[in-house]
């Protein structure tokens, strides 16, 4: 016969109480909960909820299956057993609360099989708070640091948890004990021995009381947590689920700029909510530090420090931003500020921008987006960053003054340089490629570019594109002085004015022949710069022409891709190692296979990796020029280290630490090849920079992939 189950709260007035202290944590919870999803409702709105599917996928795979944190081994299998213990730890609180009125979960409260499952998670997560107190104790990686707090939050929260783990251990063991082995647990049949020589009554005594500490602790932990680093327990799912599904390349747009009276972000609640949202979610656990090439190099630029940042100032700003007179103010629950040391309060001056988030951090960012690329919660870096620029570049004229040559030349001349935009077709003069002018109908529409256009050791790159077209039969053609600048690195810096200006220009010179490919723009654009626009492309819609763009610059390719559709413009745009590699499948393009026997290296440009997902085209076709293969360098693909020119910083001084271009080219010189392979011309400039600033240029040369391709063809 089963014993009566033992009430944990030793009789009514205990269950009253129980109930009493139960309904003032969870209102005390909701309370400051209710005042972060405010203060989520006072930012600027964004829609996120278009394709669900994926969403929900996401959520399955990066929150329960803890995809993102798994990427780095050990700390992350340590979170994933500490994430699913936590949820079953729930199922076992949930169990014990319903033992105050003497019920339990159905189908769970009894079932061995559950309480294997919850003991076996309850050692696996004390397990991974030994090896978090180890790395955070004695290894202390300079990732887990924060310059708005101390550590002491990640102790409280590992001695809290740990407290759970232990309490629920204390729990289990007594009340089997108690029960004389009725309330069956593998621990509590492991630890009972060692308690049942105290007596029936000390044992049931001593179960009520771990019973309450347990519950208590629960309830402690669900009321600091919205005020804790692990505030992400709670935002992390709603974050990965409403990750942007936009091109990853496409930075949000400035509507109705003529008739705004702010520009950017300066205060915090310009973000959107889900911006915002980011700071909630950040687990603070450094991995975007880890690879960030300004960073790395010794720049000011901690890509944590920006997440940390905008939500350290909007708890700063709380007050402001919902009132004095709110509800959450007159509770006492305002004021979430880590500001323990007098280092930290001075950490946190106004405004924003340039007191919490230095200028010297935002103006470092080269836009590579390994922080997005690596985050295991979805946080996006960049468009912040690039926000916050805006503000300074548009509102109060403040950026590096290389740059103001850069913005005056490009409005003025339609490229980067004081040379005029008429002289943009110069470099094809002796190569009898027409431009579009005179062949309209060309399928292909060769983009360029500015550095193509203009800079001397890319014209070769250039013309090496122009030689492979050719020799593929490729009914092609440039526009000459009719292109200008897309107005990528203008609206990376943070002028986004001048880069509509430059995009509605080349919106409407490549609508005016013909290549949008839709009617009616996906991108959420001013609404009469969208019926300009699709005027133009409706007709040529009616024209039914396949028309396509190659570009051999990443920065074009990803504006003209990923950004024009903003305003209107809609095309079919194909990087050159993209369409070359077609070419040669299609064997339109025969080349020699194994025509090249140097040493080769690849390097990923972040514009055309991490931006657009293209790895395997490039290599497909080194692979075939050379009989070797690509000799990878340690960090590649979506783990590849960016030039340093993105962002604008290939226009800017590099002044503080480290150069990153050298960076790289070190990397390179390290696999012995003797070719660092490219398929950007900003990587290429930088690069050849990078090369003489090490004084390699015996060890290696610097290439686009185009020219090695335009060699074997003339050799064939």
């Not at 997902?613 to 590649?636: A, F, H, K, Q, W």
Request: glycine content about 8%; charged content about 20%.
């Amino acid at each position: 016969m089963t014993p009566p189950a033992i009430s944990p709260t030793g009789g009514w007035l205990g269950t009253i109480l129980f109930v009493i202290l139960f309904v003032a944590a969870l209102a005390l919870f909701g309370v400051r909960v209710g005042k972060l999803i405010t203060l989520l409702q006072k930012a600027r709105p964004e829609n996120r909820t278009d394709h669900m599917g994926d969403r929900v996928g996401a959520f399955f795979k990066v929150v329960l299956g803890q995809s993102g944190v798994l990427r780095d081994p050990i700390p992350g299998i340590a979170h994933f057993f500490t994430f699913w213990g936590f949820i079953l730890i729930q199922f076992g609180l949930l169990n014990l609360i319903l033992g105050a009125f003497n019920g339990s979960i159905p189908f769970l409260g009894d079932n061995r099989v559950f309480a294997i499952v919850l003991d076996v998670f309850v050692v696996l997560v004390l397990f991974a708070l030994v090896v978090f107190a180890i790395r955070r104790g004695i290894v202390r990686p300079k990732q887990l640091s924060s310059s708005l707090h101390g550590p002491w939050d990640g102790f409280i929260i590992l001695g809290l948890i740990l407290l759970v783990i232990v309490t629920l251990a204390l729990v289990e063991a007594f009340e089997y004990a108690a029960s004389s082995g009725a309330a069956w647990t593998p621990i509590g049949a492991f630890f009972a021995p060692l308690f049942t020589p105290l007596g029936k009554g000390t044992d049931i005594a001593a179960y009520r009381t771990f019973w309450w500490l347990h519950i208590l602790t629960v309830l402690g932990f669900l009321i600091y947590l919205p005020r804790s680093k692990h505030l992400h327990l709670m935002a992390t799912p709603f974050n990965v689920f409403f990750r942007s599904y936009k091109p990853k390349g496409e930075l949000p747009l400035i509507e109705n700029l003529e008739d705004r009276e702010d520009y950017g972000v300066s205060k915090v609640e310009q973000f959107t909510w889900k911006q915002l949202l980011d700071g909630y979610a950040c687990t603070e656990c450094g991995r975007c530090n880890t690879v960030c090439p300004a960073l790395n190099t010794g720049k000011p630029l901690y890509p944590k420090e920006i997440i940390l940042g905008v939500k350290e100032a909007l708890f700063v700003r709380s007050d402001e931003i919902l009132g004095e007179n709110s509800i959450y103010n007159k509770l006492g629950v305002a004021g979430i500020k880590a500001d323990k040391t007098p280092e930290e309060k001075e950490a946190h001056h106004e405004p924003m921008v340039g007191g919490i988030i230095s200028q010297e951090a935002l103006w470092s960012c080269t836009t590579c987006m390994a922080c997005m690329e690596i985050c295991p919660v979805s946080i996006e870096h960049v468009p912040k960053i690039v926000d916050m620029r805006r503000s300074l570049v548009m509102e109060e004229s403040e950026f590096p003054q290389e740059v103001t040559s850069l913005f005056n030349n490009i409005e003025r001349n339609g490229n980067p340089w004081e040379i005029s935009n008429d002289k943009r077709a110069e470099w094809a003069a002796s190569l009898e490629i027409p431009l579009l002018a005179e062949n309209p109908d060309a399928e292909v529409l060769y983009w360029v570019g500015c550095m193509g256009s203009f800079d001397r050791r890319n014209q070769q790159v250039a013309t090496s594109v122009a030689k492979v077209l050719k020799a593929a039969n490729i009914d092609f053609a440039i526009l000459g002085p009719e292109e200008t600048c897309t107005g990528d690195p203008a609206r990376r810096i943070g002028n986004e004015y001048l880069w509509q200006m430059q995009a509605m220009q080349n919106i409407e010179t490549l609508n005016g022949y013909g290549f949008n490919t839709k009617p009616v723009s996906d991108g959420e654009g001013d609404k009469e710069q969208h019926e300009a626009a699709t005027a133009v492309a409706t007709a040529n819609a009616l024209n039914d022409k396949h028309r396509t763009i190659i570009t051999a610059c990443p920065h074009c390719f990803n504006t003209i891709k990923n950004e024009y559709p903003q305003l209107g413009g809609n095309y079919e745009v194909v990087h050159h190692t993209v369409f070359i590699d077609s070419l040669m499948e299609n064997e339109k393009l025969k080349l020699l296979k194994g025509f090249d026997k140097r040493k080769l290296t690849y390097h990923d440009p972040c514009y055309v990796g991490r931006y657009n997902d293209t790895y395997d085209e490039p290599r497909r076709v080194l692979t075939v020029l050379n009989s070797n293969g690509i000799t990878e360098m340690g960090r590649n693909r979506n783990k590849s280290f960016c030039c340093g020119g993105g962002g604008g910083r290939v226009w800017m001084e590099e002044k503080v630490g480290k150069r990153v271009n050298q960076t790289r080219v070190n990397e390179a010189l390290e696999t012995n090849a003797e070719v660092l392979a490219a398929g950007c011309p900003f990587c290429i400039t930088m690069f050849e920079d990078g090369v003489k600033g090490v004084e390699a240029e015996e060890k290696m040369k610097v290439e686009d992939i185009s020219e090695i391709i335009a060699r074997a063809i003339e050799t064939k």
